[in-house]
């Protein structure tokens, strides 16, 4: 117990560190960008506001002094709950993202899930027809779509679906007026999901099959077979049995890969989310929506790191004491 809660506090303590280091790397590139953030606050009538007023509402907004005043200004108030105002939208920054952030999970979340099991199930195909035709078709035909950039396929599920045929909406995560109509939102989701699994399918489905190929050559396996077992009952009852920790390590760090795929989705189909929200806000230089949507997606890829070491660490102790098997 006293092992575990000091591993605890080391990985708390690490997160911290780390999400101090992205935050004051963020906050000083962004101030050094060009761009004017007043000009996302007033917009056209900043242009007409004399030297006194800039200057005024600079400090209004806290955008004065050095940047390191700024920083540490902001730091204050995170440390006390408050992220700060939206210069774009004139609201609090956590009340611009959370309408959003049920959208981004909705379609993270489903990509994900169809990611992995998808990966498995054509895992587990190859492994079962290896060298067979059909593991070869399904190798070449998952690499070829691993390798086709999402923002192009994007745009071809657009042209093809919702401009030719118009079978399905090209934006949004709604038609007006249905934001609770079910099947409206899930025909929405269907060009974004599409996308995301074509764009991270093959990459896990090759690393399991591989696990899985690797359990096939071991010496139980043999041992199975050579009692009458078949390779699909070997492969269902014993061999995936047995890579499924690695797979969970996989997916654990997985987490960020699908994330950014979920933030380029939402960025192909205008879909409203923290993705899209991240992007309006480093382009109209929204300072503290930006520093809110960096802290939330460091946070994410960090924790989902710690959770695969730690994963990894319960697998196999070795990885812990650093010891290195040759």
């Known amino acids: 117990m006293p092992t575990l809660i000091a591993s605890l506090l080391r990985k708390a303590a690490l997160l911290v560190l780390m999400l101090l280091a992205l935050s004051l790397a963020v906050f000083y590139i962004s101030r050094l960008t060009p761009g004017d953030p007043l000009q996302s606050y007033y917009g056209d009538a900043v242009q007409s506001m004399s030297s006194a007023e800039l200057d005024a509402a600079r400090r209004r907004l806290g955008l004065d002094g050095p940047i390191w ?98 079978w399905l909406p090209s934006c949004g995560a709604y038609s007006y007026g249905k934001a609770g109509d079910i099947a409206d939102r899930a025909r929405h989701l ?45 492969l269902w009852s014993h061999c995936l049995r047995n890579v499924m920790p690695t797979v969970v390590g996989i997916m654990a760090i997985s987490i960020p890969h699908v994330l950014s795929g979920t933030y380029v989705a939402e960025a192909v189909f205008n879909y409203p989310g923290i993705g899209l929200l991240a992007i309006s806000s480093a382009k109209y230089h929204d300072y503290n929506l930006l520093m809110l949507m960096v802290l939330f997606t460091g946070a994410m890829v960090i924790i989902s790191s710690l959770l695969a070491q730690s994963i990894n660490e319960a697998i196999d102790p070795r990885i812990k004491s650093g010891e290195v098997v040759c």
């Open 69 to 166: 005043e700024q920083y540490q200004r902001w730091a204050g108030n995170v440390l006390d709950g408050d992220f700060g105002m939206s210069l774009k939208y004139k609201r609090p920054v956590v009340d611009v993202v959370l309408p959003l952030l049920g959208n981004t999970l909705l379609l993270g979340g489903l990509a994900y899930a169809l990611v992995f099991v998808l990966a498995i199930a054509l895992a587990l195909l190859c492994a079962r027809f290896e060298h067979s035709a059909l593991d070869r078709l399904i190798c070449r035909v998952g690499t070829t779509a691993y390798y086709v950039p999402a923002f192009w396929l994007g745009v071809l599920l657009v042209l093809v679906f919702s401009v030719n045929l118009e």
């Open 190 to 234: 269907v060009l974004p999901l599409a996308v995301m699994v074509a764009s991270h399918l093959w990459y896990y489905a090759y690393m399991i099959r591989n696990k899985l190929l690797d359990e096939v050559r071991r010496d139980y396996v043999l041992l199975a077979r050579s009692k009458g077992l078949g390779r699909t009952r070997v």
